[in-house]
C-alpha cells in the first residue's frame, strides 16, 4: 500500500537550528561548484583543498580497467562485504557516508568509479585512508587500474597524485539535510531508539 | 642497528643543559659556509657521546634550510631530490599550518623568511654564564669565517621553579615523547610501543617497511631528520586574565587551565584526576602517561575533546598513530613573569623543534588537523586552545553534567613570532658537506 503523502506546506516544520557556523540542516541546499572543483584555492598538504558541500565530502575517482581486469574488480566487491561484516568498525577512520562502486563502459573502454562520501577532508587524512586501503585489501583492486603507480608499496606520493590525478570533481551537489555528519545522523536516531524505547517501557 | 656514532645527538637525548641559545646564520659565499662547517662539527655532539665521559658542559647541533645546503655547493639534482615541503620552507606552507592572521609569516621576526637564512647552530650550556662564554667563542670563531654572518640569535634558560621542567604559563613540561626503537630506553606506561628508527631518522626502517625515496646522495642524507623550528610567543598576562575571568576563586581558574591543557599545571593528566590536581601524580612518570580517551574518557567530561594534549596526541580516538609521533626538543625564552605581576610587554615563550622523518606526514598534519582544523572531532568551531592559530572567533567546549560549558571567542594565548624548516644531518653528512666543491 502506497503512503499518503502530505503537501509539504502542511507538513510541521522543525525550528531552524544551525549547529555549526554554516549548518542549518532543516533547508535543503544545492551547490554549484566550478571546474577546478573549488572557489578559492585554498592550500592543502598536498595541493587544492575541495570545499565541504551540501553532500559533505566526498570524491569521485574515476580509472580505466586494464584489460581482463573486471572479474577481479568485481570479486572484490564480495571481499569488502565480508570485511565489514567480519568487523563492522573496519571502514570507520574513512568517516564514510556512502560509498558507490561502479564498472561502466561507454565505449571507450571498462572504466571503474570509486565515489565516496564522507565527513573528512580527504586531502587531511589521505595516509591514514591509504594505510586503510593497504590493510583492508582495497589497493587490490587499484593494481587493476591503468596509472596506479607500481612502486605504490613504497611511494606514497605517486598514490596520492593517483588520487589527485584521477579526481573528477563534482559540479552540482544537493543535501536534503545538508552538511550534516554520519556522527551527528547516528546520534540522533540513537536517541530516537532511545526514546522510543522509554516510551514503550512507559505503555 | 641505529648508528649512534653519527646521528646528532639532538633528537636521541638531552644534555644536562639549562640554557642554550639558537643563532641563525647566513653565508654569504659557499666556501666560508664550509669553512664554518669544517671548524664546528668535532663540536657536534653525536648520539653515542651523550651517554658517555665525553659529555661536555658546552653542546653543539647544527642543522641547514634547503637554501642553505645549496649555499654550501649541494648540486641541483641533489637538492631536488628532498621534499617538495622542505624545499618551500616552512613560511611557505602557512596556509597549509593554518599560520595565517596574527601568526602569519609577514610578521615573523629574525629574518627567518628570508631566503638567506641558511643555517642554524644550537649552543647547549650549562647554565646562562657557560652561554656567554659559548656565544663568545662562537663569534670569534665566526670572524674567521669570511662571509658568515649571525642573521639573528634568541637566548633560551630554564624558569623557575627548577625542581621541574615549566613553560611559562606554568604547566610542567615534557611528559610525554615517543620511544625510538633501537635505542634501548623502555616506554614508560601508557605511552604506546617503541616507534621504529625509520619516523625520525632518515634510512631507517619505518613503521610501514624499509626506507624508501630518500634525499641523495645517501651520504648526505642518511642518519638525517627534519626539524620544524617553532618560536611560539606566550602572552602570559591575557592567560592569566583569562583565567581570572573564567574561575571565581583560584580552584576554579586552575580547572579552567586543567581544561584548556588536559592536564592540571602539575602534569597530572585529567583522565587521572579530573576534580583534584594530583601533583605526586604529575612529577610520577610511570603514572602521569598511563592512560587512553576511547574507554576511560570517551566524551570528554575529563579531558575535553578539544584540549591540547587530547589534540596533539589523541591516543586510542585516533589512526596511524605510530606513523604520527614526533620528538620535541626546545626551552623557553624571555624572563619569567612572576604570579601576580601585571603583564610586562616583553615577549617570554617556547621555542621548540620538532623532529620527524617527513614534514608533510608528521609535523604538517599535527599542524593542519591536530592545532588548527575547526572540526577536529567534530567540534565545528575549535582550535587548540593553546597552540592553534585564534583570532577571537572559535570556541572551547568543556563537557559537563548536566549541561556542557562552552567559551565563546576564546583569546589567543600564543603567537607564532617566526619559524623554519632545517635538515639536521648526520656527522657523515656534515662531513661531505664541507668538503664540497661548488656544484657538488
Avoid at chain 1, 106 to 120: A, C, E, K, N, P
Avoid at chain 1, 166 to 176: A, K, P, T
Wanted: net charge negative.
Amino acid at each position: 500500500m502506497a503512503t499518503q503523502v502530505m503537501p509539504k506546506r502542511d507538513l510541521p516544520q522543525p525550528p531552524t537550528v544551525a549547529s555549526s557556523r554554516e549548518n542549518d540542516w532543516t533547508k535543503p541546499v544545492a551547490m554549484a561548484i566550478p571546474k577546478e572543483g573549488y572557489f578559492e584555492l585554498e592550500q592543502g598538504r598536498y595541493g587544492p583543498i575541495f570545499p565541504k558541500t551540501p553532500a559533505c565530502y566526498g570524491f569521485s575517482v574515476v580509472a580505466k580497467v586494464k584489460a581482463g581486469r573486471e572479474q577481479a574488480i568485481r570479486d572484490y566487491g564480495t571481499k569488502i562485504e565480508e570485511a565489514v561484516k567480519g568487523n563492522p568498525s573496519v571502514l570507520a577512520p574513512l568517516k564514510l557516508h556512502y560509498l558507490r562502486w561502479v564498472l561502466f563502459d561507454v565505449g571507450s573502454g571498462l572504466h571503474f568509479m570509486y565515489q565516496g562520501i564522507f565527513d573528512t577532508d580527504f586531502d587531511k587524512y589521505l595516509e591514514d585512508a591509504v594505510a586503510l586501503f593497504v590493510k583492508t585489501g582495497i589497493t587490490t583492486v587499484f593494481v587493476n587500474l591503468e596509472g596506479w603507480p607500481e612502486d605504490w608499496k613504497t611511494n606514497l606520493q605517486a598514490v596520492i597524485n593517483f588520487f589527485r590525478e584521477h579526481q573528477c570533481s563534482s559540479f552540482l551537489e544537493y543535501g536534503e539535510y545538508p552538511y550534516v555528519s554520519a556522527d551527528e545522523i547516528k546520534k540522533a536516531l540513537k536517541l530516537k531508539a532511545s526514546f522510543s524505547g522509554m516510551l514503550d517501557l512507559m505503555q | 642497528m641505529l648508528e649512534f656514532d653519527d646521528i646528532q645527538h639532538f633528537l636521541i637525548a638531552r644534555p644536562p643543559a639549562l640554557a642554550a641559545r639558537y643563532e641563525f646564520l647566513t653565508f654569504r659565499q659557499p666556501v666560508g659556509g664550509r669553512t664554518w662547517l669544517t671548524g664546528i662539527i668535532d663540536k657536534v655532539g653525536t648520539a653515542k657521546a651523550i651517554g658517555s665521559s665525553e659529555l661536555d658542559s658546552r653542546w653543539v647541533a647544527v642543522a641547514f634550510t634547503w637554501s642553505g645546503l645549496r649555499a654550501l655547493g649541494v648540486a641541483e639534482a641533489s637538492l631536488a631530490s628532498f621534499p617538495e615541503e622542505f624545499r618551500q620552507g616552512m613560511a611557505a606552507r602557512a596556509e597549509v599550518l593554518g599560520t595565517t592572521g596574527a601568526n602569519d609569516p609577514d610578521h615573523w621576526v629574525g629574518g627567518l623568511t628570508s631566503p638567506h637564512l641558511h643555517a642554524i647552530a644550537i649552543l647547549f650550556a650549562r647554565d646562562v654564564a657557560e652561554r656567554e662564554r659559548c656565544r663568545q667563542e662562537h663569534e670569534r670563531y665566526l670572524s674567521q669565517c669570511e662571509g658568515v654572518e649571525v642573521l639573528s640569535a634568541l637566548d633560551l634558560e630554564a624558569i623557575p621553579p627548577f625542581d621541574s621542567v615549566r613553560e611559562h604559563f606554568g604547566y610542567r613540561d615534557r611528559l610525554s615523547q615517543p620511544v625510538i626503537d633501537g635505542t634501548g630506553v623502555k616506554p614508560t606506561p601508557g605511552s604506546g610501543p617503541p616507534i621504529k628508527a625509520g619516523e625520525f631518522f632518515l634510512g631507517y626502517p619505518d613503521e610501514d617497511g624499509p626506507p624508501a625515496g630518500m634525499p641523495q646522495p645517501e651520504i648526505l642524507s642518511h642518519n638525517g631528520s627534519y626539524l620544524a623550528y617553532l618560536r611560539l610567543e606566550e602572552h602570559v598576562g591575557a592567560f592569566r586574565e583569562f583565567l581570572r575571568q573564567h574561575g571565581e576563586n583560584r580552584e576554579e581558574q586552575e580547572l579552567i587551565a586543567a581544561k584548556l591543557m588536559g592536564r592540571w599545571r602539575s602534569g597530572a593528566p585529567l583522565v587521572l584526576a579530573p576534580e583534584n590536581d594530583d601533583p605526586h601524580l604529575g612529577a610520577d612518570p610511570q603514572r602521569a602517561n598511563d592512560f587512553s580517551y576511547a574507554n576511560m574518557d570517551p566524551h570528554g567530561y575529563a579531558c575535553p575533546l578539544g584540549a591540547h594534549i587530547r589534540r596533539m596526541n589523541p591516543r586510542d580516538t585516533a589512526v596511524n598513530m605510530q606513523r604520527r609521533k614526533m620528538i620535541r626538543r626546545g626551552g623557553t625564552y624571555g624572563p619569567a613573569l612572576p604570579e601576580g605581576e601585571p603583564e610586562d610587554g616583553r615577549e617570554r615563550g617556547i621555542a621548540a623543534f620538532i623532529g620527524c622523518a617527513s614534514l608533510v606526514r608528521q609535523f604538517e598534519f599535527a599542524m593542519n588537523v591536530w592545532a588548527n582544523d575547526p572540526n577536529f572531532h567534530e567540534l565545528g568551531n575549535e582550535r587548540d586552545p593553546i597552540f592553534g592559530t585564534q583570532d577571537g572567533t572559535f570556541d572551547m567546549t568543556i563537557p559537563k553534567r548536566p549541561v556542557r560549558r562552552k567559551i565563546k571567542g576564546l583569546t589567543a594565548f600564543t603567537t607564532l613570532r617566526g619559524g623554519a624548516y632545517f635538515f639536521l644531518p648526520g656527522i657523515r653528512a656534515l662531513r661531505y658537506l664541507a668538503t664540497l666543491t661548488n656544484g657538488g
